[in-house]
Each structure stands twice: as structure tokens, then as C-alpha cells.
């Protein structure tokens, strides 16, 4: 008679601990108000089956390990100087060649930021020091722009320094996440704002709920007028021009799809799938033959799928005291993987590079190809890693 009774107390007291969490364990428990939203993923089989066999990033060289702290983006002037890039202090830093220097900021109150030996102590003050993401110079004027995940799109003159604010807000609605931008031969910028309503620091938010406040804006610079292109979007992140101008394509994280927006012909105004990736895509990046490199974080596993499929299992699943190591570990495998998949200018597959084990290149951001190489940045390493194509 015990033994049941202890047995149902027993069970009873799990219950409530998994329900209340009061050890707050679980993924959101920062978000109390945590709700999931619909997510029409592409079909498990629609995504691309390719893999690269030989896991050829292993074969990336490492450079400036330790230097840099989460490059997300890679950009080179336009006299082929570089690279710039953004890293999580909030600086846009310069390779001369021979040393790092800095070359702007986007706060202009830097009393807590500065460097920090670890990646994650400049969490805290991300919102004061600013977080350039997207990095693009205007090749003929030679600004620079930079999306801020903080502070909006903002631009800076060949010369470095202090930023300054282009658009903080379209339509009324404030940006929360800029995230990426591109740049047309007529000066106008095509950027993503990933959420109208969390900000990066509260990304795992936006990426579980499905939430769909996402935004891809244009900003011309001669009236000074941002307007809205594309809304409802389940963080959209990367975006690029293809080489004639004709479109350009962004990512969809939540959904990993890129997508393609038209800005001339017939179909102008519109936009349509471009292609469905393995897993979540971050930039994408044209090379000058005009095909799309992007940047995926590792492939999507069933557990990741089932779990964007069917959002009240997704719910009650990251309200459990399950840590979000633990999650993760479930979520996307066991180790973290970057991978670079190369699109034709028509959406079509030609090339997978991945590593699979992530012993060398564990993330991936961006991909940008030069002279021969592909440079690789990560919001997640302390490195850029180089690798050599054939
Ligand atoms: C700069 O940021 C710090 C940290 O948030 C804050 O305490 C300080 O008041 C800010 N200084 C100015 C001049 O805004
Ligand atoms: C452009 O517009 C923004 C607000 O939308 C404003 O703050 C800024 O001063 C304007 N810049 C110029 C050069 O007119």
C-alpha cells in the first residue's frame, strides 16, 4: 500500500516541478510571457540531401585567433583593403596588412565596452556598446554601412570613427534587430530588421516563437525615406544583390529558406522561393560570377523539424527545466558545425563545404569569397577562418 503512495507523490512532485520549473532551468524561462507561433517549415524531404563527404572546411586555416571576438561580417574596402569587420565590443576593426587597428564604433558611450578576453562577457553591455552585424562599403562613395543589431542601419566615412544613424525605424515601428544589409549601384540599401519586438540579446525568443515581426526595408539615400518591402517574416537575416541588380535574395532563419525579392522586370515588387537549405541559414554573400554563398548553422535535425512543425509540443517542450545546453545539445546535435552551401544565380545547388565534426570551423556567419578564398566569420568564434578553394 506504501510503496503506490510513495510512487504517486513521487510522480506528482515531478509533475510539478516540470510544470512550474522553479528552479528556472528551462530555455525561456526568461521570457515568462514565451509563446509559439505557427512555422510552415518546407517538408523534410524537400531539404537538400547533399554533404560534403571529405569535410573539406577542416582544411581551413585559422587566423587571428583570439584577435577577434565573433566576426560576424567580412567586408574589404573598395581598393580591396582589408578585411573590416564587427565584432562583439561593438567596434568595426581594420587588418592594415600587419595589425588590427580600429576603425568605428556605432555608441558613442564606450565607458563599459572595450575588450574583453571572453566572447560572452560582452553580453551584458551589447544594448550600451552596440553589435555591427551586417558590414557592406558603398563602393562608390567608400562609406561604410553597418547594421546594428542596436542601434539600426548606420553608416561611417572612409575615414572611421564614430557612426552615425541612417534609419532607426519604418512605417512607425522601430527597429529591435538589424541584422544585415546589401547596397545597389544607385546607392539604395536593402537591409533585415530580424524582429520589431526582441532584441539579439534576446534572440533565442525570436527564433523558438516563430514570432514573425521580421522586416527587409530599403533606405534611399536621396529623399532620406525608408520603406517596408517585406513584412511578417520569421527572422530574416542575411541578404544579398545579385550581380545585375535584378533581385535580391534574403534569408529566412526560422524556416531555412532564402528567398528571392524582384526589383526589376515584370515580376518587380514580388518575391519567391529561391531555395530550401539544410538548416538555418545567417548571411549570404554574392561572389563575382554572381553566385550566393551562405552560411548555415549546423543541418537541421528531426527533433529541430518536429519541433518547428507543431508549436504547442514546441512550447511545452522549452517550458520544461531542461537547460538550453541540454536543449541545444537535443536541438541541434552534439556539437555545434558550420557549413557553406554555393547557389547558381538561379537557385541552384553547386556546392556544399561543411565540417561535419566541428573540429576547425565550428560556426559560420558569412562566407566571402576573394581572390581565390573564402573568408569566414563567426558570431560564435574568436577567429576568422580562411579557407583555400581549388
Ligand atoms: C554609459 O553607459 C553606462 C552603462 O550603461 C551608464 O552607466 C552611463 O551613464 C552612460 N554614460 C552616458 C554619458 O550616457
Ligand atoms: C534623415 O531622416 C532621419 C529620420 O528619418 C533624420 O533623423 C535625419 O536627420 C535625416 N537626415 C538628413 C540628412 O536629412
Known amino acids: 500500500m506504501a510503496l503506490p503512495v510513495i510512487f504517486a507523490a513521487l510522480f506528482l512532485l515531478f509533475a510539478l516541478y516540470c510544470a512550474t520549473d522553479p528552479l528556472k532551468h528551462s530555455s525561456v524561462s526568461k521570457y515568462p510571457d514565451f509563446e509559439a507561433y505557427k512555422v510552415d517549415l518546407p517538408p523534410w524531404s ?4 547533399e554533404r560534403d563527404g571529405e569535410n573539406l572546411l577542416q582544411k581551413s586555416q585559422v587566423k587571428f585567433l583570439n584577435q577577434v571576438q565573433g566576426p ?3 567586408a574589404f574596402d573598395p581598393l580591396g583593403r582589408g578585411p573590416y569587420t564587427g565584432i562583439a565590443d561593438g567596434r568595426v576593426i581594420f587588418w592594415n596588412g600587419q595589425s588590427w587597428t580600429d576603425f568605428a564604433y556605432t555608441s558613442s558611450n564606450r565607458s563599459v565596452c572595450g575588450p574583453k578576453p571572453l566572447l560572452s ?7 550600451v556598446c552596440g553589435r555591427p552585424l551586417g558590414l557592406r562599403f558603398n563602393k562608390r562613395t567608400g562609406e561604410l554601412y553597418i547594421a546594428d543589431a542596436y542601434f539600426g542601419l548606420m553608416k561611417v566615412g572612409p575615414e572611421g570613427g564614430l557612426a552615425t544613424s541612417v534609419a532607426t525605424e519604418a512605417e512607425g515601428v522601430p527597429f529591435r534587430f538589424t541584422n544585415d544589409l546589401d547596397i545597389d549601384n544607385e546607392g539604395n540599401v536593402y537591409f533585415t530588421d530580424t524582429s520589431a519586438k526582441h532584441q539579439r540579446r534576446n534572440y533565442i525568443q525570436v527564433f523558438y516563437s516563430g514570432e514573425d515581426s521580421g522586416r527587409v526595408l530599403k533606405y534611399n539615400p536621396i529623399t532620406n525615406k525608408t520603406t517596408v518591402l517585406v513584412q511578417n517574416l520569421q527572422f530574416p537575416n542575411g541578404l544579398s544583390m545579385s550581380k545585375d541588380n535584378s533581385f535580391f535574395v534574403f534569408c529566412e532563419g526560422v524556416l ?4 528571392r525579392y524582384w526589383l526589376k522586370g515584370e515580376k518587380a515588387g514580388t518575391s519567391d522561393v529561391f531555395a530550401i537549405l539544410p538548416g538555418s541559414p545567417d548571411n549570404v554573400r554574392t561572389n563575382e560570377k554572381g553566385e550566393f554563398w551562405v552560411a548555415i548553422h549546423s543541418r537541421r535535425t528531426m527533433y529541430a523539424h518536429v519541433l518547428a512543425s507543431y508549436q504547442g509540443l514546441r512550447k511545452f517542450l522549452l517550458k520544461l527545466p531542461i537547460p538550453p545546453k541540454i536543449h541545444s545539445i537535443i536541438n541541434n546535435g552534439d556539437r555545434l558545425f558550420g557549413m557553406a552551401m554555393k547557389y547558381s544565380p538561379e537557385g541552384k545547388l553547386l556546392q556544399v563545404l561543411e565540417d561535419s565534426e566541428g573540429k576547425v570551423v565550428k560556426a559560420v556567419s558569412e562566407i566571402d569569397e576573394k581572390d581565390g578564398k573564402l573568408w569566414l566569420g563567426s558570431v560564435l568564434m574568436p577567429f576568422i577562418a580562411v579557407y583555400q578553394l581549388e
Open 46 to 49: 524537400a531539404l537538400p540531401k
Open 72 to 74: 560576424e561580417s567580412i
Open 121 to 127: 562577457s560582452n553580453w551584458k553591455y551589447e544594448h
Open 256 to 259: 531555412g529558406r532564402l528567398r
